[in-house]
């Protein structure tokens, strides 16, 4: 028992030792929701909102579904293109938001996950699962990188993810 709450305790910690992504190409910049509302808050603190967002207003599916920002704003069905989309947008507004995040950034990146170093995109040869979207914050004047999967946060509660280089 007290393995499965420790397992569960330090999840993320278990998922970022055992996975990795690999940034692939930029799919594209953030696209700022209008209708949320915003509040100044460090990188961090906009990563969770961000995270937060993403989860309460999406749902996934593998299906035909819209992924840009101002369909999914209000909520929907869509895949991981769209909860990077989204995800990207509700940060991105932060930082303009915030006068001292002014050289932060948020993106969306098409990823490959691996698994100890394996990329798991080989077990599957339906396109649809060849790659995997995630956010990349970055903070131009303290050099910072935060990494983002949505679509995993919405599943499991683990958003930050590490980049492998």
Request: one cysteine or more.
């Amino acid at each position: 028992m007290l393995f499965l709450l420790s397992a569960y305790i330090f999840r993320g910690s278990i998922y970022r030792a055992c996975f990795s992504y690999k940034l692939v190409r930029l799919r594209s910049e953030a696209t700022p929701p209008y209708a949320l509302s915003v509040t100044g808050q460090d990188i961090q603190g906009i990563a969770e909102a961000g995270l937060e967002g993403s989860s309460a207003l999406l749902s996934f599916t593998t299906g035909p579904c819209a992924t840009g920002v101002p369909k999914l704003q209000y909520g929907g069905k869509t895949n991981c293109i769209g909860y990077s989309n989204l995800c990207a947008g509700i940060c991105e507004m932060k930082f303009r938001a915030n006068p001292s995040l002014k050289d932060a950034r948020a993106e969306t990146w098409v990823a490959q996950i691996f698994f100890f170093g394996w990329n798991v995109h080989r077990l599957f040869s339906d396109p649809f699962w060849k790659d995997h979207d995630v956010v990349l914050l970055t903070d131009g004047a303290a050099g910072d990188r935060i990494l983002l999967d949505p679509t995993l946060y919405d599943y499991t509660g683990i958003g930050f993810v590490r980049e492998r280089k």
